[in-house]
């Protein structure tokens, strides 16, 4: 678990500023994923990473916006941040891409409160 | 894409009783089913998972079970103690595109709060 961490942990901003979140794992990890965790809805995906510079939309990408140039690293920028964007965020990777063989293993969250 | 419904939504069990947590998921296409355990400001970690081709798993006092005719999986705990509270989350996953650009995505139930009772 210890291979992928989350940075910052809590962060709290005001409705239309930028945020970045970062996520960063040491495995080597070809797939990257970004999860909000919300009260009465568990985890939704955000969006996900097969490999540097190859992103692609999940069920609530809205008002998100991710890159990835290098492996280790999947930001994820909210760019003008909004109230419904409270949530807890997390970062996951998984080794490979067929489902039944890779597991997805999560950091440990950012908690960010919209103002 | 998938949906996937968890129930009940809280449970509550004496120590020592037995709990059951039921999923039901939309897409046959869905191949592995995965179970996470939330503690309180943590984050989630997988407890037990299952392959499609596989109809019944166990690892010491959890088990889950698959029937993929009627699209449901269930987690079972026995012998609970008070360290098994936490949220549980069910998923189901299927591969989407190629290898090179898709991925495993999770679609997850909404979760059940186990409580423990001492």
């Known amino acids: 678990d210890a291979g992928i961490t989350q940075s910052p942990r809590y962060k709290i901003t005001e409705t239309g500023r930028q945020v970045t979140l970062m996520c960063h794992q040491t495995?080597?990890?070809?797939?990257m994923f970004w999860y909000r965790q919300d009260l009465g809805h568990g985890l939704r995906l955000i969006y996900y990473?097969?490999?540097?510079?190859?992103?692609d939309k999940g069920e609530v990408p809205d008002g998100y916006v991710v890159s990835r140039s290098k492996t280790e690293n999947f930001p994820l920028t909210l760019e003008s941040a909004t109230r419904s964007q409270t949530s807890v965020y997390f970062c996951?990777?998984?080794?490979?891409?067929?489902?039944?063989?890779?597991?997805?293993?999560f950091g440990p969250g950012t908690r960010l409160t919209v103002l | 894409g998938e949906n996937v419904e968890q129930h009940p939504s809280t449970l509550s069990v004496q120590e020592g009783d037995s709990a059951v947590i039921k999923c039901t998921y939309s897409?046959?296409?869905?191949?592995?089913f995965p179970w996470y355990k939330q503690e309180l400001g943590k984050r989630p970690q997988l407890i037990i998972d299952?392959?499609?081709?596989?109809g019944e798993k166990k690892d010491q006092r959890i088990a889950v079970t698959l029937n993929k005719t009627a699209k449901h999986f269930s987690l079972h705990i026995t012998e609970t103690q008070p360290e098994d509270s936490a949220v549980y989350f069910c998923?189901?996953?299927?591969?989407?595109?190629?290898?090179?650009?898709?991925?495993?995505?999770?679609?997850f139930g909404t979760g059940t709060r186990l409580t423990v009772i001492p």
């Open positions: 299952i392959r499609s081709n596989v």
């Open positions: 998923a189901a996953s299927l591969s989407t595109g190629t290898k090179e650009t898709g991925a495993n995505n999770l679609f």
């Open positions: 897409d046959s296409a869905s191949n592995y």
């Open positions: 996951a990777s998984s080794e490979g891409w067929l489902a039944y063989t890779d597991t997805q293993y």
């Open positions: 990473s097969a490999a540097a510079d190859i992103t």
């Open positions: 495995w080597s990890h070809s797939y």
